[in-house]
């Protein structure tokens, strides 16, 4: 836990009141009415202290992510404040409570009249949650365990900069992430292509090494010593042409041969990235891939893996080459004549810094540009996806006009970036062009005055226009590299995720199992606050069929996704044969359960592929018992490609009941000791619904079946029920009970057979 | 900045029970008239309303458009999320009556509007704001990547940063040139 702030415990001592003593506590940074203002709430084994002060609303607030120690403008009252402590025992207080506002929350507390004690920004939800957990433990007087009184799960920050890690579960402080680090473990991924690392540099050398001694033989042997007639080439202009045509081959030829090992060694990166990507990715739990932020970092995984392609094959070797280049050219340039060099190299400051000035605005303008042109594309979509839509309304109107803003907009924004670009080109040509100007000028002077030869002016003129292009790419070369690091940080950070739902070193394997499952005292949340089960219990006997009903959103897919251990509870257990599913392999676990859902998902690949997805070894036999117990036979066998047809991305499409009893197919011929149905048929129509149900039924025999259903008729053969409402089980018992008991579930009933009353008055 | 001056539309107003009888008929929303619904303010600062004789404590107002005009169509919903009626417009209630709902819906919507936009700096996905708001000067982190700054009309503008919090920058065309320009490249 964090340590409270000096001036809150020197308050604390002056209220008598042993800092030691408080378990937990929570800043609300938020006043009642308006803008922010400070309260604590404390909690120490007996009793709520609130501290809280009169003065008035801080001016400034930083949150969460940005730098923490940024300098404050020092607006805040300057005055030490007085925190006046209000002592509230807990046994007066009936209960306190979190209540969610739009990205805050209110800690409201009974004692006994309702009162809301202080509001705090979203940052504090996690700490509330806490509080409101605590206090309940010590209002029922439980034991507080380890766990509770540890709080680990707050925002850690970077011990170097101070700055909050901005995304929770991701100790990245992007500021200071050891670049170096970073780049030495994508060398060590490279290191197996050392080999052809080395040649390519090699090439590259020799390839520019070859093109670097051209300038020389156009300028000074050609103009001095061959035109010249002085020196070893006088008169020998054949000679000299052939130099150059020779080593300009060598060029040629070196730039080939390093072309073809980069190529294939960038095809090799890469496949080797993604697909260490990919296996990474497939060893981790559920809930990483549906958490927010990660779910982006997925979209981006691919886009990295090419840039730290695009870093190994163009990024290494022409850094080595560019910087050998660098520093070759200027020696041969100073050797030749220092001054005349230093005063060439006088327009390179303005270039720089007209690059730096002016390509951040050209790069503004591109992404509204492109900006501008994705919200007219969407339109675009958005309209003949629609057609149908807009038609039946009859908005081809408004359609029209909605295009022609956005186009209007696209247009603006194309005019401004060329009307930029085609300025700044030009300026920046004439500005690399003076330092050739400068050589005309004082080289020919210097001819003029008998210092020079025409050839040296030449030479130099030459090395000149090629030290252009390296100087351009180390201008870009630190934004790149910061770049590169970023996108490598984050597939490692895939690569290093833990797997929220971890396997026990030890984990027993499962090979027999009768299928009794037992649910007690679960709760459970995806996020802080949000509990969408509290307390639940239940118990299946082997081959029982539990029915689970409520309201949609009442936690039953929760409920049943613990069960496979998708996801791990928050408290309580669940066991299956009487063994905790902590304590048993993952792989064993999930061969003894079956799901059917109701999002069917169709792999790529022929419907025997899908079916036999989760044992591919089984026999055709078998294949095809499954899909006639499912009643996916008959369609299959009407289709021209029988079982070998293609289905998924691209293939044939199936509708919605035929997807549903592959699903069911499948799920027969995994033969699992459990089976869960989850809404199995909730998106198909009356009529297929009662064909899926007979092979339900069938499905279910031998098995324990946890089955979820809007449509109360398909639990008619459920041996127990429970209701959930709002995560808690409210009703539990048979049909015939809880009709008796006239509660939650006969009013389910009812209002289910006024639908269908509905249904038929429709249909009929 | 009083509400009034927040909601941008024009386009939203209430009409007394909509152009279609038979389509309110069938929604069934039950409206509160200032003729017997009595909203107080306990000393724990909650909400209490007596609604057709009724009393419900601990009640909170919701925005049907937030975003749009906050002063119609608030719905007064218990802690569970149970609509105990709908108000057209605040108008239609005393001043007083008037003056508590917009502390509440404050309370319950508070987002701090940016009035001059400092500094955004972006660096590796992230960008972070340096801004002037009606609550103060206010720091925060906003995740890249686009979702999290949202125009919600055409001249509203909605930052969610890294925690969920929200800020807004009401009227984006009355910013300075300047400010456009550090806004635009996170939108």
Redesign the interface.
């Known amino acids: 836990m964090d340590t409270l702030p000096k001036a809150i415990m020197n308050a604390l001592a002056q209220h008598g009141v042993a800092s030691e003593s408080v378990l937990c506590w929570l800043l609300c940074d938020?006043a009642?009415?308006?803008?922010?203002r400070d309260t604590y709430v404390l909690l120490t084994r007996e009793e709520l202290l609130i501290l809280s002060h009169d003065q008035a609303?801080?001016?400034?607030?930083?949150?969460?992510?940005?730098?923490a120690n940024?300098p404050l403008?020092g607006?805040s009252p300057e005055k030490e404040a007085h925190w006046e402590l209000e002592a509230l025992k807990i046994r007066d207080i009936e209960s306190l409570?979190i209540?969610n506002?739009?990205?805050?929350g209110?800690v409201?507390i009974k004692a006994p009249?309702?009162?809301?004690v202080a509001?705090f920004?979203?940052?504090g939800?996690r700490s509330a949650a806490r509080l409101a957990k605590i206090f309940e433990k010590l209002k029922k007087s439980e034991e507080l365990g380890p766990e509770e009184l540890r709080d680990d799960q707050e925002r850690a920050t970077c011990p170097k900069c101070g700055m909050i890690y901005?995304?929770e579960g991701r100790q990245v402080c992007?500021?200071c992430?050891k670049k170096h680090a970073v780049f030495g473990r994508l060398l060590s991924f490279a290191g197996k292509y050392k080999v052809s690392m080395f040649w390519i540099v090699l090439f590259m050398l020799l390839n520019s090494a070859a093109g670097l001694v051209i300038p020389y033989f156009q300028g000074t042997l050609l103009f001095d010593q061959a035109l010249g007639g002085k020196g070893t080439f006088a008169g020998q202009i054949g000679l000299v042409i052939a130099l150059i045509i020779v080593f300009r081959t060598l060029s040629l030829l070196f730039g080939v041969i390093f072309g073809v090992i980069n190529a294939k060694m960038a095809a090799n990166i890469a496949f080797d990235l993604k697909s260490s990507v990919f296996h990474a990715m497939q060893r981790l739990s559920l809930s990483f891939f549906e958490k927010k932020?990660t779910g982006?970092l997925m979209t981006?995984i691919n886009n990295d893996a090419t840039e730290l392609q695009y870093f190994f094959v163009d990024g290494i070797s022409y850094f080595v080459v560019n910087a050998m280049n660098i520093i070759g050219i200027v020696t041969v340039l100073l050797i030749m004549d220092w001054k005349l060099t230093l005063l060439c190299l006088l327009p390179l400051p303005f270039v720089f810094l007209l690059v730096r000035k002016v390509f951040p605005k050209l790069w503004?303008l591109s992404?509204?540009r492109h900006?501008r042109v994705s919200a007219m594309n969407a339109i675009i979509s958005d309209t003949i996806r629609g057609t149908r839509v807009v038609k039946a309304f009859g908005m081809e109107q408004m359609e029209n006009a909605r295009f022609q803003r956005a186009s209007g907009a696209f247009s603006d924004a194309e005019q401004s970036f060329n009307k930029m670009g085609v300025t700044l080109f030009p300026v920046l040509n004439i500005l690399t062009q003076i330092g050739g100007i400068l050589i005309w000028a004082f080289g020919g002077w210097k001819v003029m005055q008998g210092d020079f030869t025409f050839g040296k002016v030449m030479t130099f003129m030459n090395y000149m226009l090629l030290l252009y292009g390296p100087i351009q790419f180390m201008n870009n070369i630190m934004n790149w590299w910061?770049y590169c690091m970023?996108a490598a940080q984050r597939i490692f950070e895939i690569h290093d995720a833990v797997p929220d739902v971890v396997e026990k070193p030890n984990a027993m394997q499962l090979t027999e199992m009768q299928g009794e499952i037992r649910i007690s005292n679960v709760t459970f949340g995806y996020e802080p606050n949000k509990a969408i089960l509290k307390g639940v219990s239940l118990h299946a006997r082997p081959g029982q069929m539990i029915g689970v009903v409520g309201h949609s959103g009442a936690g039953k897919s929760t409920l049943v996704n613990l069960i496979p251990r998708l996801y791990d509870v928050n408290e309580g257990e669940i066991r299956i044969d009487g063994i905790p599913i902590k304590d048993v392999s993952m792989a064993s676990l999930r061969t003894h359960i079956g799901i059917v859902s109701q999002d069917v998902y169709v792999m790529s690949g022929s419907i025997a592929e899908n079916i036999a997805y989760a044992d591919p070894d089984c026999t055709l036999a078998d294949l095809i018992h499954a899909a006639k117990v499912a009643g996916a036979h008959d369609f299959i066998e009407k289709l021209p490609d029988g079982y070998d047809t293609i289905v998924g991305t691209g293939g044939h499409n199936l509708s919605g009941g035929e997807k549903q009893r592959l699903s069911i197919a499948r799920a027969i011929l995994h033969n699992p000791k459990i089976l869960i149905l989850d809404e199995a048929t909730a998106s198909l129509d009356t009529k297929t619904e009662l064909q899926i149900q007979e092979a339900l039924d069938t499905l279910i025999k031998g098995r324990t079946t946890i089955a979820i259903a809007h449509r109360l008729s398909t639990l008619r053969n459920a041996d127990y029920l429970v209701v959930l409402e709002q995560g808690k089980i409210v009703e539990e018992g048979t049909h015939e009970q809880l009709l008796v008991k006239e509660g939650a579930y006969y009013d389910l009933v009812k209002k289910h057979d006024e639908a269908l009353k509905m249904n038929e008055v429709i249909t009929a | 900045m009083t509400l009034k001056d927040v909601s941008v539309s024009e386009i939203l107003r209430p009409e007394d029970g909509g152009s279609s009888p038979g389509l309110a008929e069938a929604a069934q929303i039950r409206y509160l008239s200032p003729d017997d619904t009595e909203f107080t303010l306990?000393?724990?600062?909650?909400l209490n309303v007596k609604a057709g004789g009724k009393e419900h404590?601990?009640v909170?107002v919701h925005c049907s458009f937030?975003h749009t005009n906050k002063r119609i169509y608030l719905s007064i919903r218990t802690?569970e999320n149970e609509e105990i009626g709908m108000i057209r417009s605040l108008d239609e209630f005393p001043e007083e009556t008037q003056r508590m709902l917009e502390?509440q819906v404050?309370?319950?919507?508070?987002?701090p509007e940016i009035s001059k936009v400092l500094s955004v700096k972006e660096?590796?996905?992230?960008s972070?704001w340096d801004a002037e708001t009606t609550?103060?000067?206010?720091?925060?982190?906003v995740?890249g990547?686009g979702?999290s700054v949202k125009l919600m009309t055409a001249s509203r503008l909605l930052i969610?940063?890294?925690?969920?919090?929200?800020f807004i920058i009401p009227h984006l065309d009355r910013l300075s040139d300047k400010e456009y320009?550090m806004v635009?490249?996170c939108?």
């Open positions: 938020r009642l009415e308006n803008g922010f609303p801080a001016r400034e607030k930083t949150y969460s992510g940005y730098a940024t403008k607006l409570s209540v506002l739009v990205a805050s209110m409201v009249e309702e009162r809301a509001a920004t979203n940052g939800m901005p995304e992007p500021k992430m932020q982006q981006r503004r992404i509204r900006k910061s970023s | 306990t000393e724990g600062h909650m404590v601990g909170y937030p802690v502390e404050e309370l319950r919507y508070f987002a660096e590796f996905g992230y972070y609550s103060g000067y206010c720091r925060f982190t995740r990547g979702g969610v940063d890294v925690d969920g919090n929200r320009k635009e490249v939108m």
